[in-house]
Structure formats: structure tokens, C-alpha cells
């Protein structure tokens, strides 16, 4: 069956990409292997999909080209995805640092995309693998390149023939354009594959390697205890690691450190490194202990810090960092002042790992954006081949972002398609 485009991979980027260039009248056919569209965003924002973010910016995206992303972001705003939610009537609101979020159901947002994909007549196929790609030779003379041509098929100069996992013949597709949107290598369990990585390697495409992103860490040293005894509490700290820093919640875990902060700085952290945490981010704790220690001679350490953390934090913790340390403030020399101020306002830490593709958000490398047009989307040295959403070399942070660059790249890729 011949169609103007085959998009690979019903997700965030695909569905989207599909519905644009249903509505600009191409013929479009969306394949995944998985028995439902759109895991993920069902999945997403603990079940009410952080959709987009009021303040995208393009440093909130790891790329090895930064200017990369510019376009397509600037093409396709948040405000257009805010303007599609509102004319599906979604009720969303904003939870903090112009996160995004629907009052009801992650659904709410897939059902939209799918029900944008059917008013524009695309043909979404689930359950369908695809065993191979082949390129065809076309007749140029024929305008393969005029991608405002006629959209009845029988005039499709197609250029990739698709076989797939269904055996019935009728189930080889060809297309003019084939649009790969499968994403990354986190969650498999939500249908994530590396046919993307696979895709770029039969095109001679150069790939960046990959590695979990927006994971939780693994601690597997003496200080496993401590988390195990502290699992489920949280606090607020900055973390800082490769120049980067970020504020927000960090949880303790059975097997590490979860939270905002943690999987925020968790895509800017290579094994081996070493993390600064400021566990107590708004007090000087140097000062704040040599006027108490002068007002309130008599006050344990573990009460003293309990003043911001927990009581049961603040004793797992000071007896960890300070098994041999005298009990009051009183008895603290300066030389122990600074040491426990230095280990609460900058905790040196060295993740043991991290809980990889298993629980990770997304995934960091990929496809090398030098090898596609920042405008269109396609491959520069495979036409009418195009990549979009995370199987790039494109990494939001946590905030919705990276649906906004699903959203984005899908939608610039749609104008060209
Ligand atoms: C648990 C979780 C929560 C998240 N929450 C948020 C959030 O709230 N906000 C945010 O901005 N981002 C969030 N993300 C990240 C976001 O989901 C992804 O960045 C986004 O979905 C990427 O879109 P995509 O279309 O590129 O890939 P996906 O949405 O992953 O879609 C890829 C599709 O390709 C299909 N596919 C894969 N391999 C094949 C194959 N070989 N053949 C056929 N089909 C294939 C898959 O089944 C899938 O349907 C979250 C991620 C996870 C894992």
C-alpha cells in the first residue's frame, strides 16, 4: 500500500507529526509495535502528563549542538500546544515553575492527538513491527522533491518500502516519506527499542551513545543504610555537578536518591563523578551555628539541625557524617563547626550508578543533530528520511519540556513531509 508518509512509532512526536500532515493533506499511516499508541504520555506525569511548560527555553535541552533545537522550538511554542489543549476544552493547570499539568487524566491529552489524527484521516496501525527498510530509486524528473504535489497516492513517487511484521502482502508500504519517531531506550517495558539507533546506523547516520536520563541513583556504599532508614522521606537541597544546579525535592529511597532535584542534575552526572549537595540551601550553617552555640550552648547537634530537617533525618544523618562528634554545640571546636557545616551546605557525594533505562525518564544521545536539517527534520544526506522527538540527540529537562520537543520536532517535520 502506497501513502505520502509512514510515520514509525504512535508516541508523543509521531502522533503529533501525523496529524499535521494529515491536515495538510498528506496520505499518512502511523506504524507501532506496541497494542496501544501513545504509552508514555499515558504514563507521564505520574498519570496527568506534565504536558508542556509556560518557560521553554533552549537551555532547558541537553544537545551536543545547542542551537539545534532553537528552531523548531521557536516554531512550534508551548503556547500552540496550550491553544490545541484549550480548543479540546482540557482542563490543566500550573504546578509550580510553569509546569503543566491536566486536572484530570494523561488521557485527556492522547485521546486529543488521536482524535486530531482521525479528523485528518490517518490510518494509525498497532501491533506491527517492522522487519526492514528499503530504499527505492525514483524517477527525480517525477518531483519526488515538490512536497506540495497532488496527494492522491497513485501519484506518490515513493522512496522507501517498508517491510513489516504482518504477513499478508498487502502489508508491504511504501512512502515518499518515512518519519522515524520511536523514541529512546528508557522504559521498555513501555515499548521503548532501539530502531531508531538501528535506522540511523543502515543510513549512515553518526549517533552519540546513550545513557539513562532523569533516573533516580543507586547508592550501594555504607550510605544505603541510611537511605533504606530514610526511605520515603524528602527534603529541599540544591545539587550540583558539571556546573549545572538545581533546586527542588530530594527522596530517599530502598535503593538511592529520587526526586525533582535528583533527576534534574542525574542528566548532567557521569559514573565517577561527584555531586554537591546543599542540604540546607537558605542557612549559612558556619554562622548559624557559632551565634547558637553561644545562645543555646547546651542544644545536640541532631536537634539543632532538626530545626530545618526532619528529627529522624537529622539523627540518621549526623551520625553518619559524625559518628565521633561531640553531642553539644558547646563542646564543638571550630575546626567541627566548619566540618559539619561544610558536609550539610556541600555534601560531596558520589552516586554509585543509577537505576538506568529501566526507570529513566528519557534518554541522553542519539541521533547527531548534525546530521538533519534543524528546519525540516530530515536527514541531510537521506531525503525524505526523517527523525523527530527523542530518538535525537535532544534531552529536555524534567518540566514538560521534552514533550514540548516531541511536540515541536513532530510539527516541523509535518510541514516539509
Ligand atoms: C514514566 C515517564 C514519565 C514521563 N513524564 C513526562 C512528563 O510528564 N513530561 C514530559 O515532558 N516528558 C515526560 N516523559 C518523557 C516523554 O514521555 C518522552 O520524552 C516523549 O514521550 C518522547 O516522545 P517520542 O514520540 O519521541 O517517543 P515515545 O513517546 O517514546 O514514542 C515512541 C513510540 O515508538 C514505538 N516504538 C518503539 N520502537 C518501535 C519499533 N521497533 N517498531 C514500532 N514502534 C516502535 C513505541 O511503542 C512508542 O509508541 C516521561 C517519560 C517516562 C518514561
Known amino acids: 500500500m502506497k501513502y505520502d508518509v509512514i510515520i514509525i512509532g504512535a508516541g508523543a512526536a509521531g502522533l503529533m507529526c501525523a496529524a499535521i500532515a494529515g491536515q ?11 497494542n496501544k499508541a501513545g504509552k508514555k504520555i499515558l504514563m507521564s506525569g505520574g498519570g496527568r502528563c506534565n504536558f508542556t511548560n509556560y518557560y521553554v527555553e533552549p537551555d532547558r535541552y541537553l544537545c551536543h549542538n545547542p542551537h539545534f533545537c532553537k528552531s523548531a522550538l521557536s516554531r512550534y511554542t508551548q503556547w500552540d500546544f496550550i491553544g490545541l489543549v484549550d480548543k479540546h476544552n482540557i482542563p490543566y493547570h500550573e504546578k509550580q515553575l510553569g509546569e503543566l499539568f491536566c486536572d484530570n487524566k494523561s488521557s485527556d491529552i492522547l485521546e486529543m492527538l488521536l482524535s486530531e489524527c482521525n479528523q485528518a ?19 527525480s524528473e517525477h518531483g519526488a522533491d515538490d512536497r506540495n504535489a497532488d496527494s492522491n497516492t497513485d501519484c506518490i513517487n515513493s522512496r522507501y518500502k517498508l517491510i513489516t511484521s504482518k504477513e499478508d502482502s498487502r502489508t508491504d508500504y511504501t512512502c515518499e516519506s518515512l518519519v522515524i519517531a520511536t523514541g529512546g531506550l528508557s522504559i521498555p517495558t513501555l515499548g521503548a527499542t532501539g530502531f531508531g539507533y538501528q535506522v540511523a546506523e543502515q543510513f549512515k547516520l553518526k549517533t552519540y551513545a546513550t545513557r539513562a536520563g532523569l533516573v533516580p541513583f543507586t547508592i550501594t556504599n555504607q550510605l544505603k543504610d541510611v537511605c533504606i532508614a530514610l526511605s520515603g522521606s524528602s527534603c529541599e537541597v540544591t545539587m550540583e ?3 549545572q544546579s538545581f533546586r527542588g525535592n530530594m527522596l530517599f529511597t530502598h535503593r538511592g536518591l529520587s526526586g525533582p532535584a535528583v533527576l534534574q542534575i542525574s542528566s548532567y552526572w557521569q559514573p565517577g563523578k561527584t555531586l554537591t549537595i546543599n542540604l540546607l540551601p537558605d542557612i549559612d550553617l558556619a554562622q548559624v551555628l557559632r551565634e547558637t552555640q553561644h545562645e543555646r550552648p547546651k542544644l545536640s547537634v541532631k536537634k539543632f539541625i532538626a530545626q530545618w530537617l526532619t528529627q529522624k533525618m537529622s539523627e540518621q544523618l549526623v551520625e553518619f557524617f559524625f559518628p565521633a562528634m561531640p553531642q553539644t554545640l558547646a563542646e564543638l571546636n571550630a575546626e567541627q563547626m566548619d566540618t559539619i557545616a561544610e558536609q550539610f551546605n556541600a555534601w560531596q557525594l558520589a552516586p554509585s550508578g543509577t537505576e538506568g533505562y529501566r526507570t529513566a525518564e528519557v534518554t541522553l544521545g542519539g541521533i547527531d543533530t548534525d546530521e538533519v536539517s534543524s528546519k525540516t527534520m530530515m536527514a541531510k544526506n537521506q531525503p525524505g528520511l526523517y527523525f523527530i522527538g527523542e530518538v535525537l540527540d535532544v534531552t529536555g529537562h524534567l518540566g514538560g519540556f521534552n514533550f514540548q520537543w516531541a511536540w515541536a520536532s513532530g510539527w516541523a517535520a509535518a510541514q516539509y513531509v
Not at 494509525?124 to 522487519?131: E, G
Open 241 to 243: 555537578c558539571s556546573d
Open 121 to 139: 484521516g490517518v490510518d494509525v496501525q498497532l501491533k506491527t513491527s517492522v522487519n526492514s527498510i528499503k530504499k527505492l530509486e525514483i524517477d
Open 24 to 34: 495538510r493533506g498528506r496520505s499518512v499511516l502511523v506504524l507501532d509495535h506496541a
